[in-house]
């Protein structure tokens, strides 16, 4: 595993695993991280939307703002 130097490097040795993606209005998203910007605006793939940890909708391709994400995590 590449140490992570800079925030960007943790995103990128997260590419194609899965991560959990916590919005400020509370919502998550589970699903394989595709892509990410400076702005870490994310694509997710294979994306469920999460509601005290059950799966409330299955989503596939989505993009999420950056400035909506307060927390990123291997799933």
Request: net charge neutral; aromatic share 4%.
């Amino acid at each position: 595993m590449m140490e992570a130097s800079r925030p960007l490097d943790a995103l990128n040795n997260a590419r194609d695993k899965s991560v959990i993606v916590e919005l400020k209005n509370g919502k998550q998203f589970i699903g394989n991280l595709k892509a990410f910007d400076i702005h870490i605006n994310v694509v997710l793939d294979n994306a469920e939307e999460r509601v005290d940890g059950e799966v409330k909708r299955k989503l596939g391709v989505v993009f999420l703002r950056g400035d909506t994400i307060i927390l990123i995590s291997p799933a």
